[in-house]
């Protein structure tokens, strides 16, 4: 559940807080979940300040796997509008706002690895301090493609597309 907090995933039969990912002044708006595997979720997210976010909910404990559209420069941030998974979670689909100008990113998670990586984390987080942060350095994510819309000269209208109507 995204919260005006950060992130929380609860328990349907106990009705019990299992994890959170807790971050001040930060308001999920936003939430999708698809299963990596049997005992593991993919979660994607956008913010109340449109920032895309890439979870996995592991052995009771939310990982941020990635950042989608960080920015240094908040004059020059852009903005998710949308961000979606795919069914089996490997890859993810971003509309991207900023400065007037808008597009469309394609990336490919590395499900595999994430999950050894996951699996690797378990048994730190046991031996970490009571915080259980640990931290991990996850496997980039690659970005397939970057789509613009067509450029259409000034004084013109873009085609209509034709419709048939029964």
Known sequence: MGHCRGLSVWSASLLVCVAEWLQDR????S?????????AYLLGTIDDMGVARVFAFHSE??????VINVTEDINQRNICLAFELSNRGDYG?????????????VYRFPLETWLKELEMSAPQKQESNSSGVVNVKWSPVSLLMK?????????RTSPR?????Y
């Open 26 to 29: 930060l308001e999920i708006t």
């Open 31 to 39: 939430i999708q979940m698809t299963s990596m595997a049997e005992t």
């Open 61 to 66: 404990s939310i990982h941020l796997l990635k």
């Open 93 to 105: 689909a971003a509309s991207i706002s900023c400065s007037g100008a808008v597009w469309l990113e």
């Open 147 to 155: 789509i613009k819309p067509p450029k259409i000269p000034a004084g």
């Open 161 to 165: 597309p034709k419709y048939t109507v």
